[in-house]
């Protein structure tokens, strides 16, 4: 039976070890990861319970960054500890513009125009 317990408690042990030490290492990670981004950097942060906040890179330390939150109404910056980091991205900030988008609507613009002075010229005959 002492045997047994012993294993036990060495493997539950080796385990909780492993991952506060895994643990350290992403929040490690992380840090290197936001040291890189610029402040003032439009950033999305997700955290490791689901939670998704965007905002204004304001400050980054030893523990965590600091966000200032893009909303409407003026709200105090927020704090997220690496620990509990699980994403952080640079916002692209694109609003779903792109080429193709702006093309299509020339494109479409273009069209409409055309076949209006087409129209009009049947019309004055």
């Not at 304001?58 to 523990?63: E, L, P, S, T, Y």
Request: charged fraction near 20%.
């Amino acid at each position: 039976m002492r045997p047994t317990a012993l294993a036990l408690v060495v493997s539950i042990l080796a385990f909780g070890a492993s991952n506060a030490l895994a643990q350290q290492n992403e929040a490690a990670a992380w840090r290197d990861v936001a040291q890189v981004i610029p402040l003032g950097t439009k950033v999305k942060v997700q955290t490791t319970d689901g939670k998704r906040i965007s905002g204004t890179l304001m400050r980054v330390d030893g523990d965590g960054i600091m966000l200032k939150r893009n909303t409407r109404r003026p709200e105090p910056a927020q704090s997220v500890a690496f620990a509990d980091m699980s994403k952080l991205e640079r916002d692209k900030g694109g609003n779903g513009t792109n080429i193709a988008k702006a093309a299509g609507v020339g494109l479409a613009v273009g069209a409409g125009v055309f076949v209006s002075m087409v129209l009009i010229a049947l019309q004055l005959d």
